[in-house]
């Protein structure tokens, strides 16, 4: 059996992605201006790596799916962590900036150009996506009705929701719907839960309360996952029970919490900011990435309390560095760093249909078999496929939905003023 799961081919891929990102070709990913503010300057230069770790390891789950027919967690407990790692610190990233909007307008943004910019900074590039997945599934369907021809079109409406509700798990009867998109649309469900519950939590904003609000979540969240892991954790293939599922839940809600939590603290003055200590802090932040591989590592094939209970901390920590305006020896700073997380979005939705279209080319799969520099050099082509579509992606489908959202929540914004009654003057 070729041994894959090596952990040199990842960090290979970051630096080839990295140099292919620095060619002229990138420098329309450099249309949207870093954004101004505590710390978000430096997640526009972290979201790339995040991205590519996710598709890192859906690259060998891809391989053993295309092994065994299974689509589940590889044997690889490197790779594995290193998706969940990039998921986490995507869900805290969403924690942070969205929080942070509430901090800045306290608790009172524009709900509706939120709203609307959520829609049509997510929308184009989903249903790009999707349509893409639709089409493979009728085609590997034989264009055929495989189920009642109201069933199948009530499974691609629920696909095109945008992720606002969870999408089913066929669509026309093809049972591995979701592996064409690597299954990546779950977060969105996820994503949407949080956007559409924070004009609940803003109060606490208006409150004045933000901090005792967000510390206590991520209190909260870490008693659960206590509670719930005690009597065992999670091994690959195995059906987890209700209770360790609460767990799982928690631990979303711990990682969109401690993005917000770590909002709030810099809201309050708290930060990693001398700039004299900048290189310690990189050095803790990365301390800090390591033990979370350690953690997980150590515990593989099994996902038990303390992995559970101490992976949000750790990385939260290294988050927390980060939005302090760290920005780990430079590297968050460099230009390529910078196009490659501007083009994230694509990375990340459209990583399963380059896989599905590089491996359904005559020949690949079995090439990709044989050994293991052959796989090697496949996964870095399909990387550097997948950063090239997602700059086509970002400049033909995703900008031009961010500005068409910007003018209608600026339409919208006008509206609402020109209804506001005018402020009492002496």
């Known amino acids: 059996m070729v041994d894959i ?46 991205a590519l770790s996710v598709f890192a390891s859906h690259a060998i789950v891809h391989h053993e799916y295309l092994r065994t027919g299974v689509w589940k967690p ?20 969403t924690g942070f900036l969205f929080w942070n909007k509430l901090l800045r307008a306290g608790g009172r943004p524009g709900w509706k150009a939120l709203y609307v910019g959520r829609v049509f900074r997510l929308g184009p590039m989903y249903l790009l996506a999707v349509l893409t997945m639709i089409a493979i599934v009728a085609y590997r369907t034989g264009f055929e009705w495989r189920v009642p021809p109201s069933q ?87 059906k987890p029970r209700p209770v360790l599922l609460l767990a799982v839940l928690a631990e979303l809600a711990l990682m969109l919490g401690t993005g917000m939590f770590v909002a709030s603290l810099l809201h309050a003055g708290f930060g990693a900011r001398r700039r004299w200590l900048q290189p310690v802090w990189s050095v803790v932040a990365l301390l800090c990435l390591a033990a979370v591989f ?28 980060v939005c302090s305006g760290n920005r780990l020896f430079g590297v968050l700073a460099w230009p390529a760093s910078r196009r490659l997380s501007n083009l994230s979005y694509g990375i990340y939705l459209s990583q399963g249909l380059i896989l599905v279209a590089v491996f359904a080319i005559p020949g690949v799969g079995a090439y990709a078999a044989g050994s293991g520099p052959a796989f090697c050099l496949v996964y870095l082509g399909c990387a550097l496929l997948l ?13 031009p939905g961010i500005r068409m959202g910007k003018r209608i929540a600026s339409r919208l914004g006008a509206e609402s003023g020109a209804r506001a009654p005018l402020p009492a003057t002496t």
Do not use: K
Request: hydrophobic share 55%.
């Open 294 to 321: 350690a953690i997980m590592i150590a515990g593989a094939p099994r996902i038990g309390l303390a992995q559970l209970f101490l992976l949000c901390p750790l990385a939260g920590a290294f988050f927390f560095i």
């Open 5 to 50: 799961h090596q952990a040199w081919p990842y960090f290979a891929m970051l630096a080839s992605a990295l140099a292919f990102a620095a060619l002229p070709w990138f420098r329309g990913a450099e249309r949207r201006p870093p954004r101004a503010g505590q710390g978000s300057d430096t997640l526009d230069g972290l979201r790339g790596f995040l």
């Open 74 to 93: 590889s044997p690889s407990a490197f790779y594995n962590t290193a998706g969940l790692l990039g998921i986490c610190l995507f869900f805290m990233i």
């Open 387 to 399: 950063c090239a579509s997602a700059l086509l992606g970002y400049r033909y489908v995703e900008e």
């Open 152 to 238: 199948a079109i009530a499974s691609a409406l629920g696909w095109l929701a945008l992720g606002i509700v969870p999408p089913p798990p066929t669509l026309n009867g093809y049972a591995d719907t979701g592996t064409i998109l690597a299954g990546v649309t779950w977060t969105l469900f996820f994503e949407w839960l949080f956007y559409f519950s924070l004009p609940i939590s803003a109060w606490f904003v208006r409150r004045g309360r933000h901090l005792a609000f967000t510390s206590g979540l991520v209190a909260l969240c870490l008693l659960t996952i206590a509670a719930a892991s005690w009597n065992g954790g999670f091994e690959p293939g195995v």
